[in-house]
């Protein structure tokens, strides 16, 4: 027959510990410097994003101001051809029937002297009749 024995130990578990006060500062000096890290990182994405961002910005302004330099070519070449004389004479005689001036028809004006409108010229008889044949 075996004997068994038996031993009971109490254990006091409702015994306060005291803080460590070194462990505790170790504890928020190790998180204020992971803290710090992170704050670090976090701005420098910042910053290489934003750095990546501003470039995409100017490349796009510059591909901007180069449509806009074309575009101000062209718009320079169409007008130095519509304000071409021989093609605004030319259209002006064959579109529109226009002809020169006669003499006395050209008043000039200037901006020191005063307004004098010059008395039309006496015509003969047969502009009323060309004026009623185009009618």
């Known amino acids: 027959m075996a004997i068994e024995i038996h031993y009971e130990k109490r254990i006091i578990n409702n015994v306060i510990r005291e ?3 070194k462990s505790h500062r170790d504890y928020i000096v190790v998180t204020a410097h992971a803290a710090m890290f992170l704050f670090a990182l976090f701005a420098y994405g910042w910053q290489h ?6 470039g995409y910005r100017i490349e796009e302004a510059r591909k901007k101001k180069e449509q806009l330099s074309e575009t ?3 718009l320079r070449l169409e007008r130095a051809f519509l304000r071409n ?5 030319a259209i002006a005689r064959g579109q ?3 002809v020169a001036p006669a003499p006395g028809q050209l008043v000039t004006l200037s901006a020191d002297a005063p307004l004098t409108i010059p008395a039309p010229a006496p015509q003969a008889n047969a502009q009323p009749a060309e004026m009623a044949a185009k009618r």
């Open 19 to 21: 803080a460590d006060s």
């Open 49 to 54: 994003y934003q750095w990546i961002q501003y």
């Open 72 to 74: 101000s070519r062209q």
């Open 85 to 89: 004389p021989e093609r605004i004479d």
């Open 96 to 98: 529109l029937g226009m």
